[in-house]
């Protein structure tokens, strides 16, 4: 509580205490008024969207089965570079995907033997 002095008469002569509740000591308010709890409710729910759509999204993207390499039997005259800008996926560079077809098969990029089979990633 805070005491607050008033004068004790008209003239202004002398003061005494006045105990009692000023705005800067009130009690708060028992609850919240319907525009903070519709906030809250609304932040909340967001909240629960955004988790739920980002497990389904995380989910489906990880069941995904890769798909199954192509596998292709080397011809006289064929070399990584002409596989690799035949099958590469869309997006990945012919360079990137002939390094990828290299590694995949242990198989040299300049050394290809007709009949050989390789396996080429998708």
Do not use: C, F, K
């Amino acid at each position: 509580m805070s005491t607050i002095t008033a004068p004790l008469s008209p003239s202004g002569i002398g003061h005494a205490p006045i105990v009692g509740r000023n705005h800067r000591t009130a009690a708060p308010r028992a609850g919240m008024d319907v525009g903070h709890v519709l906030s809250w409710a609304l932040v909340a729910l967001l909240l629960v969207a955004g988790l739920l759509l980002s497990w389904l999204v995380g989910s489906s993207v990880a069941d995904e089965p890769a798909p199954a390499p192509v596998t292709v039997v080397v011809q006289s005259g064929d070399t990584v570079w002409e596989l690799a800008r035949a099958h590469a996926p869309a997006g990945v560079s012919v360079q990137d995907y002939a390094m990828v077809v290299v590694t995949h098969n242990g198989v040299s990029a300049t050394a290809l033997r007709p009949g050989s089979v390789l396996e080429l990633p998708q």
